[in-house]
């Protein structure tokens, strides 16, 4: 037994009284996956607290995850399937629903084609949710237009870091963090997006003499702790990278030993990087080239160095190349395949990386198994009882939501995204949606996406089922039930089988989502050996491939995933929109500490609504000065794609000539500015760097 508030909490997870009910469950909000205990009363969620004994969270949350439970009870919960009459939504049967979904779709199928469909999976949505809309994608539908948010912020870890890594997932895990002598943190303002990362960053730094190196245009919490501090300017990513490892093999500081044994390419890159010297990447970043120099020997010299990095470094039309340059450097210096080493990107959602793990992406299954061979086909089509799954990648979503404004694409099916807040120029995804033939969506709020659909179903929350999500360091570990589903809700497990079943399809019948787990193990040989019973109580770190093997804590230990790590030497490509006369400041999106992605459960907590109720656009003094703004004042930001009108926060966070808005405000909606502009590999669109002008009202 162990306590907590006094009350006595069962190592069962789940403790009843005559009054309480504590189930121990995951955060559903960033990537760290802490563990939390939902406190139930009476049918709702009281209280949020918690675990003292988990690996990540160990007796912490932050302010997110401490309030994670008040959304859950909100008034306007979705409680009953809604569909689209007249313009009008009316409440239905789920049997009338769901008949209407399966038709709908089949009907578009058949009318115009397995890849007139089109398919929207979650990453706040669980492991077994996000297999079962990829089966129901390629097994029901035959289609590979299955794609999530991962697209919109990590595409370009996953195929960067399989380039070079063979891998592309977070290397090390979070609790070697704190045995690092350094860290190097860019594009990840870390104590704001994945706090208790964040906290492990300072306490090295504060009690155990870390040291610290933060490049970002943004001076982020974290530069207050910087043993090194850059700022590049937007989208330089690429050139600053360069620099470092032109200084490191320069001053001969490279790990000759472990290049000869461990990678390929070295001379390439070699050659390319000469150009890149401290005084030509100050004139492309206005890094100072002597702190550049110190930058590269500290990370260099450090035995157990980490590279950190989010968004920053993935959100833009070169986001491959960035991630492919951080490999470069910590394979130069031999920081790969260690603890407390590595490349380490830290992922936004609760269940990004698990979304992408089992498959709900357009060219792969499970485990990151390509659609395109043959074998792993016919492995899928015998445990599915199928035929002829499409052997071609299909749509991302910037392509899906492309294919729908042009006609191509007719039917559209969407579990727990909000394209219309979170995609890049939302004007554009508003016209694409209006265009579609048939639209369905399970929500738990209606939210901003789920207002254009034909269809609506209510969709259980977090606390109201069981399955897995997996955080960012690929802990793969348990959701728990807390409470049953608020009015007719249903989890999204369930409403993708009843729409399986009413489409002819009889092999996704499940009572539990542990079948549907021991179905991934059974298919995805980096989960192969999980299951229920061995992800109590705190989960395992894949590659888990037996039922004895104790999970990988990190990566790339001996020899690299693919064999040889790759260099893979990437030349500095400016951003796609740059600012001009007329669109003179350069834009960056990202999230603040209080509010998560498009708000659609943060803005409907109360403690954290009030502390930010409403949007802002960051601007440097010397530009406020110069426009005649102050602090809450009105203006107008407009780029080429359209407009909204926000408050001034007047800070030297930002550099001048630079603007930061966070994107979780639909009133004052960020993304209607930004460039829909992709990685040409990754398809990630370039949130951080577009043009934008800013005009006092």
Same mark, same amino acid.
């Given at each position: ?99 209407? +979904? ?14 007139? +469909? ?95 190196? +933060? ?47 461990? *990678? ?28 550049? /120099? ?29 991630? =492919? ?7 130069? *210096? ?94 554009? +995804? ?8 048939? %639209? ?85 040989? /980096? ?19 037996? =039922? ?59 403690? %954290? ?45 930002? =550099?001048?000539?630079?603007?930061? /808005? ?36």
């Amino acid at each position: 037994m162990k306590e907590l508030g006094g009350l006595k909490l069962n190592l069962r997870y789940d403790m009843q009284d005559a009054e309480h009910s504590f189930v121990l469950t995951t955060c559903p909000f960033c990537g760290c996956g802490c563990g939390l205990y939902l406190q139930a009363e009476n049918g709702m969620v009281v209280g949020s607290y918690p675990s003292r004994n988990h690996p990540v969270s160990k007796g912490a949350l932050c302010v997110k995850g401490w309030n994670s439970y008040e959304f859950v009870n909100k008034i306007d919960r979705l409680k009953t399937p809604l569909i689209r009459t007249d313009n009008k939504f009316k409440e239905v049967s789920w049997d009338s629903a769901l008949e209407l +979904v399966s038709g709908r779709l089949l009907e578009v199928k058949d009318k115009y084609g397995p890849d007139a +469909v089109g398919f929207l999976s979650s990453a706040k949505a669980t492991n077994e949710e996000n297999f079962l809309m990829m089966k129901l994608a390629r097994a029901v539908f035959k289609t590979n237009n299955i794609d999530h948010c991962a697209r919109l912020c990590h595409a370009s870890t996953v195929v960067g870091l399989a380039a070079t890594f063979g891998s592309g997932a977070m290397t090390n895990s979070i609790n070697e963090f704190e045995d690092a002598d350094l860290f190097l943190v860019t594009g990840s303002d870390t104590t704001e997006q994945h706090p208790l990362i964040g906290s492990r960053i300072i306490n090295a730094v504060n009690d155990k003499g870390a040291k610290l190196i +933060v490049i970002d245009p943004r001076r982020i919490e974290l530069a207050k702790y910087a043993t090194i501090y850059l700022a590049q300017d937007n989208g330089t990513d690429v050139a600053w990278i360069n620099g470092l490892m032109n200084v490191i093999i320069k001053e001969g500081l490279y790990d000759q030993k472990y290049l000869e044994q461990r *990678t390929e390419g070295f001379e390439e890159l070699k050659k390319m990087v000469e150009q890149y010297s401290p005084k030509y990447v100050e004139k492309m970043t206005k890094i100072p080239r002597d702190l550049l /120099i110190q930058a590269a020997r500290l990370y260099a010299k450090s035995k157990k160095a980490m590279i950190v990095y989010s968004m920053g470094i993935t959100q833009h039309t070169t986001g491959v190349d960035n991630v =492919k340059s951080l490999a470069n450097l910590a394979m130069l *210096t031999a920081h790969v395949g260690f603890a407390s080493t590595g490349v380490n990107p830290l992922r936004g959602q609760n269940n990004v990386q698990g979304a992408c793990d089992v498959g709900a992406l357009p060219n792969v299954f499970s485990g990151y198994q390509k659609v395109t061979d043959d074998d792993i086909r016919d492995k899928f089509e015998k445990r599915w009882a199928v035929e002829n799954l499409p052997a071609e990648a299909g749509l991302t979503v910037t392509e899906i939501i492309n294919y729908a404004l042009q006609g191509e694409l007719k039917a559209l099916y969407i579990m727990g995204e909000n394209p219309v807040i979170s995609d890049p120029d939302s004007n554009h +995804v508003r016209e694409a949606l209006k265009k579609l033939e048939f %639209l369905a969506v399970n929500e738990i709020f209606l939210s901003d996406t789920a207002q254009y659909a034909d269809v609506v179903l209510p969709a259980a929350s977090f606390a109201e089922k069981d399955g897995t999500f997996t955080n960012t360091e690929r802990r793969v570990e348990r959701i728990r039930k807390a409470i049953e589903p608020l009015g007719k809700a249903k989890p999204d497990w369930e409403i993708l089988s009843e729409i399986a079943k009413r489409c002819g399809y009889e092999n996704m019948n499940y009572s539990h989502p542990s079948e549907i787990m021991n179905e991934i193990a059974q298919l995805t040989p /980096i989960y192969g050996g999980m299951s229920y019973d061995r992800l109590d109580p705190f989960g395992l770190l894949w590659p888990c491939p037996s =039922k004895d093997h104790p999970g990988t804590s990190y990566l790339h230990k001996d020899k690299f995933t693919k064999g040889k790590g790759t260099f893979m030497p990437c030349m500095y490509v400016p951003a796609d929109e740059l600012p001009d006369d007329e669109y003179n400041f350069v834009l960056s999106t990202g999230r603040i500490y209080w509010h998560w992605h498009t708000g659609t459960m943060t803005r409907r907590t109360s403690t %954290l609504d009030r502390e930010v109720p409403v949007g802002y656009v960051e601007v440097n003094p010397e530009d406020a000065k110069n426009l005649k703004l102050r602090k809450g004042s009105l203006v107008r930001v407009s780029s080429r794609r359209g407009q909204i009108e926000t408050q001034v926060l007047v800070t030297d966070k930002v =550099k001048k000539g630079s603007v930061f /808005i966070p994107f979780h405000f639909r009133e004052a909606a960020a993304n209607v500015l930004t460039n829909p502009a992709v990685d040409p590999v990754a398809k990630i669109p370039e949130y951080k760097v577009c043009a934008v002008k800013i005009e006092k009202l």
